[in-house]
């Protein structure tokens, strides 16, 4: 069996928006216009204190949708900035966001940006990431 090299990218991070069910679409077609190639939704339940509302304060469980899409570094502050704003997170309630740096990230890379990518790489001083 052949073992190919993989490409492999490290400057990257993770971006994970939790919002009220219904306006992911939203923020995902913010993300992309910012750079982001892409986003995943999958779907869940939280529970706080401001569902704490139903009869006797028992905790009512509310619907949310996740987005986590990955970005390169130099496009991360641009699309958590749009993905705030179309998620209007600064009202309260409306949901949260968080950035997770990626040690490492792989996945199809079509050539010439591997190639681009490299010839960054040793244009680079030593000691710099």
């Not at 704003?85 to 740096?101: F, I, K, N, Q, S």
């Not at 990230?105 to 680079?124: D, F, G, S």
Request: net charge positive; charged share 30%.
């Amino acid at each position: 069996m052949s073992e190919k090299e993989i490409p492999v990218l490290t400057d990257a991070a993770l971006i994970t928006c939790i919002v009220q069910r219904g306006i992911a679409d939203k923020i995902v077609r913010a993300a992309q216009e910012a750079g982001a190639q892409g986003a995943t939704i999958h779907y869940g339940k939280g529970s706080g204190v401001r569902e704490r509302l139903g009869i006797i304060g028992l905790a009512i469980e509310v619907e949310k949708e996740v987005i986590t899409t990955v970005v390169a570094d130099d496009q991360l502050d641009r699309v958590f900035e749009r993905m705030y704003h179309a998620g209007d997170l600064g009202t309260p309630g409306m949901g949260m966001m968080y950035v997770t740096r990626l040690e490492k990230a792989a996945t199809y890379i079509p050539h010439e940006i591997v190639e681009r990518l490299a010839k960054r790489q040793a244009r680079r001083k030593p000691g710099q990431r």
